[in-house]
């Protein structure tokens, strides 16, 4: 018998990257993890991020020794992606803007990379613009407030367009922003209220996020395993108590995840 799959992210932008394993991977037993202890980490520093999710993610793996850990977290991995390899002894994939695909759709050759603060900030998206946009304007945008927007959307809170137009205008109003078609959702939390994104825009865009691609390696590194049917309740983990997460109780019921548990205390809560 294999292992379970680890979704790991800081809140429930993850749930976007469950989505796709879920269907492509309908028997496996899956442990989502929301670090709502440490949330939001983009705002936090590079050293702070890679600490914590290094320490957590060893501690979860130690405690339910998984076939693989998804990091649904933009942030975390492109800050902490080679350390968490580095220290664990299960295969480790991670989320990474979505640019190349971008890139290959836009017809105008200018892309907006819409991520958290510290994730648009990275050398790691250089790289990506260079190697896969070189012959497009890359424009980027740093929100915390789209972050707590798609929290809230899961909760029940549904913020007005003008709060997600205000979000966009971040990268269109930057020079060349008037031609931008495509827009890189690079950040797990977004693709959940992408049609709060697109009902708000002035004009119609593009958005594009790699939750297919994350499931499909997902699934190829675990080709051979073999699970139980039907596979047991799904569980949604929070690091730290919180009285809000029954408001997330009928979003983490359609993804699955009927067994709600805080890391101090695994004992399911009702």
């Known amino acids: 018998m294999t292992g379970p799959i680890i979704v790991f992210d800081s809140g429930v932008g993850g749930l976007s990257v469950l989505g796709p394993i879920r269907r492509a991977l309908p028997d496996a037993p899956v442990i989502y993890v929301a ?22 993610l ?26 968490v390899r580095a220290v664990l002894e299960v295969p480790v994939v991670g989320t990474v803007p979505a640019i190349k695909p971008a890139a290959a759709v836009t017809r105008s050759k200018v892309i907006g990379v819409l991520g958290t ?18 012959d497009c304007l890359v424009l980027r945008y740093g929100s915390a407030e789209l972050v707590q927007l798609a929290e809230d959307e899961l909760r029940g809170r549904p913020a007005a367009d003008r709060a997600y137009r205000a979000v966009l205008d971040g990268l269109l109003t930057q020079e060349g922003g008037d031609r931008l078609d495509t827009v890189v959702l690079a950040c ?22 790699g939750g297919e691609g994350i499931a499909r390696r997902t699934a190829h590194l675990l080709a051979e395993a073999e699970w139980p049917a039907p596979p047991p309740p799904g569980i949604a983990l929070f690091t730290a108590p919180d009285e809000g997460v029954g408001l997330l109780r009928p979003a983490l019921g359609r993804y699955g995840l009927t067994d709600i548990r805080f890391l101090q205390d695994p004992t399911p809560c009702r």
């Not at 979860?60 to 991995?77: D, G, K, M, Q």
């Not at 648009?120 to 998206?125: G, K, L, N, S």
């Open 188 to 209: 797990t939390h977004f693709p959940l209220v992408a049609d709060r994104l697109a009902a708000a825009a002035p004009r119609p865009l593009t958005f594009v996020e």
């Open 35 to 56: 670090d709502n202890g440490g949330f939001p980490y983009g705002t936090k520093t590079e050293m702070e991020v890679a600490t914590r999710v290094c320490a957590l």
């Open 58 to 83: 060893g501690r979860l793996t130690e405690r339910f020794a998984p076939a693989i850990v998804v990091i649904a977290c933009n942030t975390a991995s492109t800050i902490a992606l080679a350390h």
């Open 117 to 134: 603060v510290a994730t648009v900030r990275q050398p790691y998206v250089d790289r990506l613009s260079a190697e896969f946009a070189g």
